[in-house]
Structure formats: C-alpha cells, structure tokens
C-alpha cells in the first residue's frame, strides 16, 4: 500500500434516500411483470407451454403407472381407488394453486398441511399455472395491488415528510 493510499480516509456513506418499496419477483418472471418488459410476454408464452407440456407428459406417466396396476392384476377395488385419489388430489390442487394466485395464505393456514395432497395432484397444479399464463403472471393482479398500495402509501408518507405545504395542516393561533 502506498503512503497516498494509507492517508485517504473512507468517504462517509451517505444516508441513501429510499426510493419506494421494491416489487416482488415471481418465478419465472423476475420483476419484469411491472412495466412488461424484458421479455414478460414470450416468457408468459413460454411458461403457458412448459406446464402444458409437463401435465401431458404426466398424464402419461399415470397412465403408464395404471397399467402397471392391471398388469400386476391388483384388482378393480385398487384400480379404481388410484384413479378417484389422482382425480380428487387433482382437483383440490388445482383450487388451491387457482387461489393462491388471487390471495397469501394465512400463516397458520391448512396449506402446509396439504403440501403431500398437492404434490399427489400436481397435474391439476400445472393445469391451474397453465391456464393463468393466458390472462397474466401467476400471481401478478395480487403482487401488483400490494405494489400499488405500498407505492401510494410510501408516496404519502414521503409527502408529509418532505414538507409539501399542502400537505399541512394550517398552524392553529394561540
């Protein structure tokens, strides 16, 4: 190190004005849903495409499993049971998938507890992703209003802060 390098004090840091909340990635889509940039529509086309592809490819594998089932001759009992719990873990995972788009869940709410039924029904999942891709992001008219609010209030709250006179109340007079 040089005598001019040890003599140089660090600059102080400068206190860093924020500059309003920071949108929420979602996944596949990074931020890129807020202004639709950056690729959001081929990336929307894209995503639409790879949960189709992978609910055809997993129907497939179903069925490939059920024929294992007939082959191995366990009965119709069992045949019938495997097809009504893939169709009902389906469904239900496709509810629960459709809604989390549109609201969080709940910190103590039953989602963990069907973490086991939506990975069973994870062709209904893939469907619930696909069909969303047609309209926006998965998750994007919730992630949006939230940004949206937190902007106005961050907005607001700087506003008041900053001094704007009409954002004052007039000084009562004693």
């Known amino acids: 190190m040089s005598d001019d390098q040890r003599d140089q004090t660090p600059a102080e840091a400068t ?10 990635p979602i996944r596949f889509f ?3 849903w807020v202004n ?10 894209g995503a639409a495409l790879i949960a189709l592809t992978l609910a055809v490819l997993s129907a497939f594998l179903l069925r490939f499993s059920y024929e294992g089932l007939e082959i191995g001759n366990v009965g119709p009992f069992l045949s019938i049971s495997v097809v009504i ?27 963990t507890a069907l973490k086991g039924l939506k990975a069973i029904g994870f062709i209904g999942s893939l469907i619930a992703y696909f ?32 001094g704007n006179p009409s954002a004052r109340r007039p000084k009562r007079k004693k």
């Open 36 to 45: 639709h940039d950056g690729g959001y529509g081929a990336r929307r086309v």
């Open 30 to 32: 990074g931020t890129t």
């Open 131 to 162: 069909l969303r891709c047609f309209v926006e992001a998965p998750g994007e008219r919730r992630l949006r209003t939230e940004y949206e609010r937190a902007s106005a209030e961050f907005n607001r709250r700087r506003s008041s802060r900053t």
């Open 85 to 111: 719990l893939f169709a009902i873990a389906s469904s239900i995972a496709f509810v629960k998938t459709w809604e989390s788009f549109s609201r969080r869940p709940a910190p103590s709410s039953d989602e």
């Open 15 to 24: 206190p860093v004005q924020p500059t309003g909340p920071e949108p929420e």
